[in-house]
Nanobody, 122 residues
Framework: QVQLTESGGGSVQTGGSMKLSCTAS?????MAWFRQAPGNGREGIAS???????EYSGFVEERFTISRDDSKNTMYLQMNNLKPEDTATYYC???????????????????WGQGTQVTVSS
């Protein structure tokens, strides 16, 4: 029902920065970023509740920042000091009717965007 559209992906060199955006077609509650590299499962990166509470996966290592602008129905992921192992398809996810977010490792029936490719070259 809720459409999610990611943008901002592309190619960057090791150590570079990139900012991803996810725009929802309507108001949403919990929003989160996941990523999936070839041969790997989809893993949670960060989540942000309707109230602004955040959770980050350990591999972020303080390099990424999640934020949202509800006036634009948009969520962002600022990524700094990118590494080749960050190469993956990055997905926007949302729980439209939940203002709070579950733990990133929990199974949930998220609404998903189609993904945006991030490639980090050495």
């Amino acid at each position: 029902q809720v459409q999610l559209t990611e943008s901002g992906g592309g190619s960057v060199q090791t150590g570079g920065s990139m900012k991803l955006s996810c725009t929802a077609s309507g108001d949403v509650g919990c929003m989160a970023w996941f990523r999936q590299a070839p041969g790997n499962g989809r893993e949670g990166i960060a989540s942000i509740s309707k109230y602004g509470a955040t959770e980050y996966s350990g591999f972020v290592e303080e390099r990424f920042t999640i934020s949202r602008d509800d006036s634009k129905n948009t969520m962002y992921l600022q990524m700094n000091n990118l590494k080749p192992e960050d190469t993956a398809t990055y997905y926007c996810a949302a729980l439209p009717w939940s203002f709070v977010c579950p733990p990133l490792t929990a199974r949930r029936s998220y609404e998903w965007g189609q993904g945006t490719q991030v490639t980090v070259s050495s």
